[in-house]
């Protein structure tokens, strides 16, 4: 069924449509790239992305177009999954493939399935993690790996992640598939690496696919090929994105104050963030506190 705004054409050329995507980046392309690409398809500007995923790494990632740019912030936070191997005998500076090898274990004996599965226990719960040094994280105001790119000598701070469910799936002569629930922050290279350490291993990432990012599911992901076929007819509405908030449903009467940032008194516990409808109609995401809900992003 196709919506009012959509274009039959494959690139989209109506600047009023509005909503998410569930894409499925393909490996080698860096998400940046993935939103200029996407940029040229709906012909706009106004298109981001929730969730970095790695240029070596595929799967879901959540891109908001034209208006849904301004709740991405709602999204960032949502726990994620992914499907890993891990290659044993072999650790880069990267912590993936497209790094410098700089170790390497030679005739070594591939841990069993009971090894790992005493392992990777470990690493389940809030644990202190080691971002990788080639990654986007802030150094001084500057990009970590371009710090890493020159050599530069600096240290990462740890940060404290938490993983929820590690399940190995199988074996391989020097790799193991295991598939991760986890929370924001987590990097799935520093958890190679760890698991190698816990091993007495060199260890690294060998692939990477991200299966959900909150409510966006692999198994209901898009490649470019179908957006470009489909238009607008891929978008998610924006609402539909953000049901992991508490609605709030707003007297009628206070739209307009709802909407000009006004304050609109309510019997009701704080809450950190809601979505905001009124007769059915999506208003923005607003939050309670002491007794007022006020509007944090509306939709005009």
């Known amino acids: 069924m196709r919506n009012k705004n959509s274009c039959p054409l494959s690139h989209v ?3 009023l449509i509005d909503g998410f995507l569930n894409l499925n980046k393909p490996a080698g392309m860096t998400s940046h790239d993935a939103v200029n690409h996407l940029r040229k398809i709906f012909s706009t500007r ?3 992305h929730a969730g970095t995923l790695d240029p070596a790494a595929c799967g879901v990632l959540p891109v908001a177009i ?3 740019t301004k709740f ?3 999204l960032v936070d949502r ?3 992914y499907r890993a191997e891990i290659l044993f005998g072999t650790a880069t500076d990267s912590g993936d493939l497209d ?3 700089i170790s390497r274990a030679e005739n070594f004996q591939m841990p069993t399935a009971g090894e790992l599965d005493a392992a990777l226990k470990n690493f389940v719960g809030e644990i202190e993690q080691v971002p990788p040094k080639f990654s986007a994280i802030k150094i001084h105001g500057r990009k970590a790996y371009e710090l890493a790119k020159k050599n530069l000598d600096f240290e990462m701070p740890s940060r404290r992640v938490k993983i929820f469910r590690l399940e190995l799936l199988g074996l391989n002569e020097n790799s193991a598939t295991i598939e991760i629930d986890c929370g924001k922050g987590t990097y799935v290279r520093s958890l190679a690496i760890d698991l190698g350490a816990r ?6 990432l060998k692939n990477l696919i991200r ?3 909150g409510g966006f599911d692999l198994k209901n992901s898009l490649t470019f090929d179908e957006i470009k076929k489909f238009g607008s007819d891929c978008l998610l509405p924006i609402e539909k994105c953000l049901e992991h908030l508490p609605a709030f449903e707003l007297d009628e009467r206070r739209i307009r104050a709802f909407r000009n940032g006004l304050p609109t008194t309510i019997h009701a516990a704080d809450e950190k963030f809601l979505r905001v409808t009124s007769g059915g109609k999506f208003l923005g995401v607003g939050k309670i506190e002491r007794g007022e809900l006020r509007a944090s992003k509306i939709i005009a």
Request: net charge positive.
């Open 211 to 213: 299966l959900k990012v």
């Open 79 to 81: 726990n994620k999954s």
């Open 99 to 101: 790094g410098k090898i």
């Open 46 to 48: 106004k298109v981001g």
């Open 13 to 15: 050329p109506c600047p």
């Open 72 to 74: 991405l912030e709602y």
């Open 66 to 68: 034209n208006r849904a």
């Open 199 to 204: 091993l007495n291993l060199p260890a690294t």
